[in-house]
């Protein structure tokens, strides 16, 4: 596809600070970055008062046991969800899904308001339903992103869009953290339940913005996607279908496990402490474990918010995908490693905190860009399916060893610390098999063709002493992949650096000549258009530069 930079509004220019973007895409990635930030921000809103509930009313055996509870609710939730998806899927609207299911949780929430206000006791059905939406919702979007955007759009978008899932983590949790003691917990419902409706409209707006060819134009509809109600294999089918999505839910399912592990541990001492801690501080029990946790996770969000803002594009545009999916699995190792040796309460929360900006950045967006290449059930019902499930099923199964190794055997919180470390071996593992297939899907799917020339460079003419801006239009590279961007750099033909006086803004593709006064020679200048995945095709034209009155050459457009 051919991209004019210089047609780039402002705030498509701002973008191009993290990745590559092509005219027209400001609008949709405005939608969607708005609505992964309310999405995330009413989580976050959410998540404090969660915890603190279960913790007050209960303990951190009882926290566990209530993930166990997700799982198996889920095996039953998800052929209803399939059924859902079966009879919206084939609608004129993307977005109707997404807003379907929006509509029903917020619904319950308010629900949950009712009950908690009326005296009845909800701490674990509402770590249940938080647990639940969280995973749905969240599935729910980014399927419906990856459903908007072909595959090239949407590994560079998916970057940016994933900063606002951050902002909107930090800001819910900050806003937990200080009106927790204002409203409570209640007043938290309510106002999540209100925010909840923002991205009803703004799927709607994202899905009317998308420009063509970044656009993805796939609308196939399988017969396989039409199932009864009774149909309980859900979407396991679609994913058992798949060596690719199997180790997706394995990885998935293993660092869920991990995590659900550290936070077991950080709840078992916080608990320990929060009765001392809460007296000293002149607090109520939820009030302190409100803020403890207000503060934890305004922490977690705001690590993941830098690596977002400044790391994860960078990663993924030097490393690529399939060396970034390593990543987490590589630091789970390091970190229960770090931990058996050393173990400590802050350095139990700090190293927690750093496991999860490092899930929520670099893992989450790598997750959703594993999608891109593959057909829309998968995307919608097999991604959710392992979103959910999968994703639970780690919840269960730790609730199952926390029976086992402290009700039944007896045994110390350090027994986590080693089956931490070793399921870090196994996320390492499925991580290494989806970096095998990834190629393979990629290869079987689409491949990335490079860059071509479509008109040679004309040659420059400049005089001694004077300036000339010479802009490299659209008209002379193009990129036969849909939503590709093309890259440019201008470098002295043989791989030297640009004389002082010839400067190349390559957001603008526009050249800035001022040869030195009474100078004269030629200098040829070799311009290099790369493509996302680092195809590159080079084109050279030369720069002449002398006195005044020298024939100078035509600088124009190719028609």
């Not at 990745?19 to 609505?35: D, W, Y």
């Not at 905190?353 to 899930?359: D, K, Q």
């Not at 860009?369 to 919840?395: C, M, S």
Request: glycine share 8%; charged share 15%; hydrophobic share 50%.
């Amino acid at each position: 596809m051919r991209v004019d930079l210089a047609r780039l509004t402002l705030f498509e220019r701002f973008l191009t600070l993290f990745t590559s973007v092509r005219p027209g895409e400001g609008r949709s990635v405005k939608h969607l970055f708005l609505t992964a930030l309310v999405l995330m921000g009413s989580y976050y809103i959410l998540k404090p008062v969660r915890d603190a509930l279960i913790l007050a009313e209960g303990s951190a055996e009882i926290k566990a046991y209530a993930q166990g509870i997700v799982a198996v609710t889920l095996a039953f939730l998800l052929p209803l969800y399939k059924q859902l998806y079966s009879g919206l899927s084939n609608k004129k609207s993307r977005s109707l899904v997404l807003r379907w299911v929006t509509a029903f949780f917020i619904s319950n929430l308010l629900v949950f308001c009712l009950l908690g206000r009326g005296g009845i006791a909800i701490s674990v059905p509402f770590y249940v339903w938080l647990s639940i939406f969280n995973v749905t919702v969240v599935a729910q979007f980014w399927a419906f992103a990856a459903d908007l955007y072909n595959t090239r759009s949407g590994q560079r978008l998916f970057v940016v869009i994933m900063v606002g899932a951050s902002i909107g983590s930090w800001l819910g949790s900050q806003t937990s953290k200080y009106l927790f003691a204002v409203v409570g917990e209640y007043g938290l419902m309510l106002l999540a339940a209100g925010v909840l409706a923002l991205p009803m409209i703004l799927s709607i707006l994202a899905e009317r913005s998308v420009p063509e060819g970044s656009e993805n134009n796939s609308r196939e509809q399988p017969e396989s996607q039409r199932f009864a109600l009774a149909d309980l294999v859900g979407g396991f089918d679609v994913v058992f279908k798949s060596r690719y999505l199997i180790a997706l839910a394995i990885l998935v399912m293993t660092l869920t496990m991990v995590n659900t592990v550290g936070e077991f541990i950080l709840s078992y001492l916080v608990d320990a402490r929060a009765e001392a801690m809460a007296a000293g501080a002149g607090l109520t029990e939820v009030q302190y474990l409100g803020r403890f946790w207000g503060d934890y996770y305004a922490w977690v969000t705001l690590s993941s918010m830098v690596l977002q803002l400044f790391i994860v594009s960078r990663l993924l545009r030097a490393l690529g995908i399939r060396a970034v999916v390593l990543i987490l699995p590589a630091f789970v190792i390091l970190h229960w490693g770090i931990l058996l040796l050393v173990p400590s309460f802050f350095l139990v929360r700090g190293l927690q905190i750093g496991e999860n900006a490092i899930s929520y950045s670099i893992q989450n967006t790598a997750n959703q860009a594993l999608y891109l290449p593959l057909n829309r059930e998968q995307k919608y019902v097999g991604k959710t399916t392992i979103d959910t499930f999968f994703f639970r099923a780690g919840d269960g199964l730790v609730a199952l060893l926390v029976f086992l190794l402290i009700d039944q055997l007896s045994l110390s919180i350090t027994a986590f610390f080693v089956l931490a470390l070793a399921l870090g071996g196994v996320a390492l593992w499925a991580a290494l098999s989806i970096r095998r297939q990834h190629r393979e899907e990629i290869r079987q799917r689409m491949k990335n063709l490079p860059p071509k020339i479509v008109a040679p460079l004309p040659n420059v003419y400049v005089p001694a002493g004077q300036m000339l801006m010479f802009s490299i239009s659209d008209g002379y590279f193009m990129d036969p992949d849909p939503g590709d961007t093309l890259d440019y750099q201008a470098r002295l033909a043989g791989g030297g650096s640009l004389p002082r006086w010839v400067r190349f803004d390559r957001h603008n593709q526009t050249f800035t000549m001022r040869p030195p006064a009474a100078t004269s020679g030629t200098v040829e200048i070799e311009l290099v258009a790369r493509d996302y995945e680092g195809l590159e095709v080079n084109a050279s034209f030369t720069i002449e530069h002398g006195l005044e009155g020298h024939p100078r050459f035509e600088v124009s457009a190719p028609a």
